[in-house]
């Protein structure tokens, strides 16, 4: 069956100030999955809450709050075939200690406080996130990448 979903992709504060973000695109451009929509922005207080609102009460939460907004981020929507799961795939697990070597958080992150990159967990997660960082007419939902357009010539 073809899956064809969104996911809410954000390259982290540390991952900005280091200079990962063309790095990371890359990654997921090179891997077929196509951007929809992206920007550089402040996160708000707000924002935090509610992108993090499943870790409320954890030990964590506060210097996560805070780590989210010590810098921009830029977010991002991405489309592809599975690309939830895939994306997950290629950023690697939380603790990049435990993460596969070649993956984003394995090759470019030391601890778990500072893992470089946020994907969405799942199709509920993505939907949701999504939401809070874009409107949905911020999303460029109608361009072919070159990907589809061969397809599409193969079809005809
Ligand atoms: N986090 C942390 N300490 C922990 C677990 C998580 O600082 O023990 C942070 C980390 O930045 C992680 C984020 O909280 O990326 C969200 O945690 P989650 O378990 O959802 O991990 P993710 O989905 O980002 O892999
Ligand atoms: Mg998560």
Known sequence: MHIEQKTFIAVKPDGVRRGLVGEIISRF???G???IAMKMLDVTREQAAKHYEEHKGKPFYERLIEYIQSGPIVAMVW???NVIEGARQLMGVTNPLDAQ???IRADFA???EYNVIHGSDSPESAEREIAIY???DEL???YENMAE???EKLDE
């Open 29 to 31: 451009e090179r891997k």
């Open 33 to 35: 999955y196509k951007l």
């Open 79 to 81: 489309k592809g075939y």
């Open 101 to 103: 070597v070649g993956t």
């Open 110 to 112: 030391l601890v778990k």
């Open 134 to 136: 874009f409107s949905p």
């Open 140 to 142: 460029c939902d109608e």
């Open 149 to 151: 357009i061969v397809i």
